[in-house]
């Protein structure tokens, strides 16, 4: 299974993911817009963590239309010509990584392609292709730092 790994020792907090996503998917700069949320820890200044689906597929069985699956790399995918726009898939998300933006009406979720990762300057994100024993042990830390 292919998923986004966030080492938050190494994020200096720049955004530039936050940046490349938007720009990747939206063709423009707009944080709102990415699948990545970068925030500083209040108790931690200089301390950054990432909100990033984790493609662990709960949202799946909750879509009404069956409009989200899981492709063969094991990304969590969201089919924009099933999805009527409920948004039951973002509430039901368990680390609130589904995303909604007022210029559409399907959710904006990550769906690791890494181009965030090749931008990163520091190395803070990397995509893993992960078995399904190693993913129970990244899923953990994610879910911390989430």
Not at 31 to 43: C, F, G, N, Q, V
Not at 54 to 61: A, H, M, P, S, T
Not at 98 to 105: P, Q, S
Request: net charge neutral; proline share 4%.
């Amino acid at each position: 299974m292919k998923v986004l790994v966030f080492t938050p020792d190494l994020c200096d907090g720049c955004r530039i993911c936050e940046e490349t996503c938007s720009q990747t998917w939206f063709k423009e700069v707009n944080a709102a817009k990415a699948a990545i949320h970068i925030s500083e820890l209040e108790d931690q200044p200089g301390r950054f963590v990432a909100n990033v689906c984790n493609q662990c597929g709960e949202c799946i069985d909750i879509c009404p239309t069956m409009a989200i699956k899981r492709d063969k790399r094991g990304i969590v995918r969201i089919d924009k010509k099933l999805c009527v726009g409920c948004l039951s898939c973002v509430g039901f998300c368990p680390i609130l990584a589904m995303r909604v933006h007022a210029d559409y009406t399907v959710p904006v979720k990550c769906v690791a392609c890494g181009q965030c990762a090749k931008k990163c300057p520091t190395g803070a994100l990397s995509v893993q292709d992960l078995a399904d024993a190693e993913w129970t042990e990244t899923e953990k830390r994610m879910k911390v730092v989430a």
